[in-house]
């Protein structure tokens, strides 16, 4: 009861990392209840922030939770997710070097600034370690694929207390072999055969025409299966396309302490990253629709699908479209290869009696670069149509490297800091002390991603290019007063003030109190406001192509009501706002027995100014604003060649819900401890406007811009602990949703998910320790979602199956 405070904090033990039956950090954290929409993983292959994974608190994305390396900020990952969330990749984190993981489920803007809105992830690394021990695991699915290698070596020696000093390092290695969508049933049909690509070699011609003899890797198929007549050359892209891509990461970290007196100690540490993903998507394609990023406009080309009269392509007396698909090429792959580094150097120590001080300085980078590979050339590809120097019904080798891109984008963040704070008591109370905690933090961030010349000149066919340029100075004070007014009642105060350079100021306020009125009862609550700063990505210089399609609703336009393809241009605005939140938090924490405990703790959360975007359709129906002038770019045909638009302060979002846990020391059971444990979320309700400001309810649907929030989300872990031996079950629940996007007419609703992981330990000898795990170990595919090709919805679910895992940790 006394170890619990105003605020709600979820901790997650060494001990807990272990027995999840997770390799890494990110695994972990995607499981607990309150990280829920807008929460994205490596296994998002089609991103613009590809190889990273992030964490986003109470559905309101990763730019609003802020993770902590040691209580201190680390630099962002290089590629912004959407275009313009910044984050922390955690993939990053060393799982042998971990500690614990503090998840502060309130906001924390008072006390950490900016990205606080939604909570913080404080991950603490391991210190003050002496000896040393190797652990190695090794997993794979019941299809002996998706294979898992991890080894972790940790060693430390020095004694702070009796020699001054500790030196502590710890290497972490992990290797994952990926699948693609037809390695697992669920996903193998990839949607079914009206998602299948009907242009793998046909003339678009009415009926249509597949070619006399259709490529490797597709089949002549009978083109009513889309609602048309004629044949096809047809292909399912399931084997092409990456499900869970493979992934290979070396992280490190390295501490040191030294004592010079009992009144003043040196620290150091240094976090080393290296990761490298893999990705593949089906080969690039060209149809009637085919489009490449023009430099000249900011906007879109077409790419012409016609073969002239005469092309040896060509079997017709007229001009002919196609449908190609460049198997020759080779499927569309993409290494993205990250190295991360945070060296920091700091000193703290005692000024007098209570008070402690502490400074560090820092500095961090995330360079990721994204090699990739097998595009295919559009201007070389117009070129060849045009003089007939590309065989469609059969290339030559020569004929295919000539057509063949092999591109790269580079993204870096850097992150300079540093801080000074002292805590200490200022005034005795009957009822305990005032403590105070104050201090001063300043960095600089920048941010640069960077498209090379093929991406930037136009020169990939179907593909767009995105570009950053950012820099910022931040300072800021704080301070953080706890008042034991009265035995049964604690109140604390914090507030901060943070200048950006780009935008201005923003004061942070937060008040909270703990009533604890008999020994079983603490009733605890927090009201604060929060901030979040625009991101480089928002309000920097930034500038973003990408391929949509909207209905063009003009009148005079020979498309008038027609879906066409065209460029979405994204523009960065200099003059946004930060977003502001109000979050209140009210809930209480129960003791009715030595062995029993629970907390129910309420939340509302509002955010405003929240920035977002115009879609391109809703600028296009708003053409003939003022407001909207020049956002809608036609061609002399009246074509739309591209639409703007830019982040601006447009919305808000309005979330509530309730956190639940629950502890129970069951106690000897046998020959064993038991224990259980309770994690849940229940999502009240998740509220944002529609463009035309008619307030929408998202709780427990697909509908909102972060995707599904259902309305539970929860696991329940049952421990037993001997001796020499350990084991544990977990049952893991995500709730349903409805599929509003849909309108029901397939498919009303995506149901529940339950799995069931189990987890054993015996320790061989005093230094030797095996460990064996199940995860989902009914082998339950995700629910279906026919919204996406593979079946299911895989930023919510994972379709890894039953997967076993076997360990080992040797002390030394």
């Known amino acids: 009861m006394d170890a619990e405070t105003a605020s709600p904090v979820q901790v997650i033990s060494h001990a807990d990392i272990e027995r999840s039956g997770a390799a890494t950090i990110s695994e972990v954290l995607q499981k607990i209840s309150a990280n829920s929409g807008g929460s994205y993983s490596e296994n998002f292959s089609n991103s613009f922030s590809p190889g990273a994974a992030g964490i986003a608190l109470r559905g309101l994305g990763q730019k609003s939770t802020l993770v902590l390396i040691n209580g201190r900020r680390a630099p962002n990952y290089g590629f912004a997710q959407n275009l313009s969330d910044t984050y922390f990749d955690i993939n990053s984190i060393p799982a042998a070097a971990v500690e614990r993981v503090e998840v502060l489920k309130d906001g924390s803007s008072a006390i950490y600034g900016s990205d606080a809105v939604a909570g913080v992830i404080n991950v603490i690394l391991r210190h003050d370690y002496q000896g040393a021990e190797v652990a190695a695991d090794y997993g794979t699915s019941n299809k002996s694929d998706l294979t898992e290698?991890?080894?972790?070596?940790?060693?430390?020696?020095?004694?702070?207390?009796?020699?001054?000093?500790?030196?502590?390092?710890?290497?972490?290695?992990?290797?994952?072999?990926?699948?693609?969508?037809?390695?697992?049933?669920?996903?193998?049909?990839?949607?079914?055969?009206?998602?299948?690509?009907?242009?793998?070699?046909?003339?678009?011609?009415?009926?249509?025409?597949?070619?006399?003899?259709?490529?490797?890797?597709?089949?002549?198929?009978?083109?009513?299966?889309?609602?048309?007549?004629?044949?096809?050359?047809?292909?399912?892209?399931?084997?092409?396309?990456?499900?869970?891509?493979?992934?290979?990461?070396?992280?490190?970290?390295?501490?040191?302490?030294?004592?010079?007196?009992?009144?003043?100690?040196?620290?150091?540490?240094?976090?080393?990253?290296?990761?490298?993903?893999?990705?593949?998507?089906?080969?690039?394609?060209l149809t009637s629709t085919s489009v490449r990023y023009d430099p000249s406009t900011g906007g879109i080309a077409s790419v012409s699908n016609k073969l002239p009269v005469g092309n040896s392509s060509n079997p017709y007396s007229t001009a002919v479209g196609i449908g190609y698909t460049f198997f020759d090429v080779g499927a569309r792959t993409a290494e993205i290869t990250t190295d991360m580094y945070?060296?920091?150097?700091?000193?703290?120590?005692?000024?007098?009696?209570?008070?402690?001080?502490?400074?560090?300085?820092?500095?961090?980078?995330?360079?990721?670069?994204?090699?990739?590979?097998?595009?295919?050339?559009?201007?070389?590809?117009?070129?060849?149509?045009?003089?007939?120097?590309?065989?469609?019904?059969?290339?030559?080798?020569?004929?295919?490297?000539?057509?063949r891109i092999n591109t790269s984008r580079e993204g870096k963040s850097k992150l300079y800091a540093g801080d000074f704070h002292v805590t200490g008591d200022v005034?005795?109370?009957?009822?305990?002390?005032?403590?105070?905690?104050?201090?001063?933090?300043?960095?600089?961030?920048?941010?640069?991603?960077?498209?090379?010349?093929?991406?930037?000149?136009?020169?990939?066919?179907?593909?767009?290019?995105?570009?950053?340029?950012?820099?910022?100075?931040?300072?800021?004070?704080?301070?953080?007063?706890?008042?034991?007014?009265?035995?049964?009642?604690?109140?604390?105060?914090?507030?901060?003030?943070?200048?950006?350079?780009?935008?201005?100021?923003?004061?942070?306020?937060?008040?909270?109190?703990?009533?604890?009125?008999?020994?079983?009862?603490?009733?605890?609550?927090?009201?604060?406001?929060?901030?979040?700063?625009?991101?480089?990505?928002?309000?920097?210089?930034?500038?973003?192509?990408?391929?949509?399609?909207v209905t063009d609703k003009s009148a005079s336009s020979p498309n008038y009501g027609k879906t066409v393809s065209i460029a979405g241009v994204l523009q960065s605005n200099p003059n946004l706002q930060p977003e502001k939140s109000t979050s209140y938090n009210f809930g209480f924490v129960v003791q009715p027995a030595q062995a029993i405990d629970f907390t129910v703790d309420y939340y509302h959360i509002k955010k405003t100014n929240e920035i977002s975007t115009d879609s391109e359709q809703y600028v296009v129906n708003h053409e003939s604003d003022a407001a909207y002038a020049g956002k809608v770019v036609r061609n002399s045909e009246g074509d739309i060649v591209y639409v703007v638009t830019s982040y601006r302060n447009l919305q808000y979002i309005k979330t509530s819900g309730v956190d639940l846990t629950f502890n129970w020391r069951l106690g000897q059971v046998g020959p064993a401890k038991a224990s259980l444990k309770v994690d849940w979320n229940y999502l009240i309700s998740w509220k944002s406007p529609q463009e035309d400001g008619t307030d929408v309810e998202y709780a427990g649907n697909d509908g909102s811009s972060n995707g599904a929030m259902s309305k539970n989300k929860g696991s329940a872990t049952l421990n037993f602990d001997a001796p020499v031996w350990s084991a544990g079950v977990t049952g893991n629940f995500y709730g349903g949703y409805d599929l509003v996007a849909d309108d029901g007419v397939d498919q009303a609703r995506v149901d529940h998910w339950l799995t069931t992981d189990i987890y054993a330990s015996y320790n061989i000898t005093k230094k030797l320790k095996t460990s064996f795990s199940i995860t989902n170990i009914e082998n339950k595919a995700p629910p279906t979602d026919i919204n996406y090709a593979a079946g299911y919805n895989y930023y919510y679910y994972t379709d890894r199956g039953r997967y076993f895992r076997l360990g080992m940790n040797y002390k030394f």
């Open 427 to 549: 005034y005795a109370l009957p009822a305990g002390s005032i403590s105070l905690a104050t201090g001063l933090e300043v960095r600089r961030e920048t941010m640069d991603d960077v498209p090379d010349s093929w991406s930037s000149g136009g020169y990939i066919l179907g593909q767009g290019a995105t570009e950053t340029h950012g820099a910022r100075n931040v300072s800021a004070g704080y301070f953080e007063v706890t008042l034991p007014v009265h035995k049964k009642l604690e109140l604390s105060l914090a507030g901060r003030e943070d200048y950006y350079s780009d935008f201005g100021s923003a004061f942070s306020p937060k008040a909270g109190f703990k009533f604890t009125p008999s020994k079983m009862l603490a009733i605890r609550g927090t009201v604060s406001r929060g901030f979040r700063a625009p991101t480089l990505a928002e309000n920097a210089q930034s500038n973003s192509t990408y391929f949509t399609s």
């Open 149 to 285: 290698k991890h080894v972790a070596l940790t060693g430390g020696f020095g004694n702070l207390t009796e020699d001054g000093f500790n030196v502590l390092t710890s290497i972490d290695y992990f290797k994952r072999d990926g699948i693609t969508y037809a390695d697992r049933s669920k996903s193998s049909n990839y949607g079914g055969v009206e998602n299948w690509s009907t242009n793998a070699g046909t003339y678009r011609t009415s009926p249509r025409a597949a070619f006399a003899n259709c490529p490797t890797g597709a089949s002549t198929m009978d083109a009513s299966n889309w609602g048309l007549s004629g044949t096809v050359c047809g292909y399912n892209p399931a084997s092409y396309v990456s499900l869970i891509p493979s992934t290979e990461r070396i992280n490190s970290f390295t501490s040191g302490e030294y004592r010079f007196s009992d009144k003043l100690q040196a620290f150091g540490n240094l976090f080393l990253s290296h990761t490298k993903t893999n990705q593949s998507m089906t080969p690039s394609s």
């Open 342 to 403: 945070r060296v920091m150097g700091g000193l703290k120590g005692n000024l007098t009696g209570s008070w402690d001080w502490e400074s560090a300085v820092w500095y961090g980078e995330s360079k990721t670069t994204q090699d990739q590979y097998n595009r295919v050339n559009a201007v070389a590809l117009a070129d060849a149509i045009a003089n007939d120097s590309y065989n469609f019904l059969s290339p030559t080798t020569a004929q295919t490297d000539a057509l």
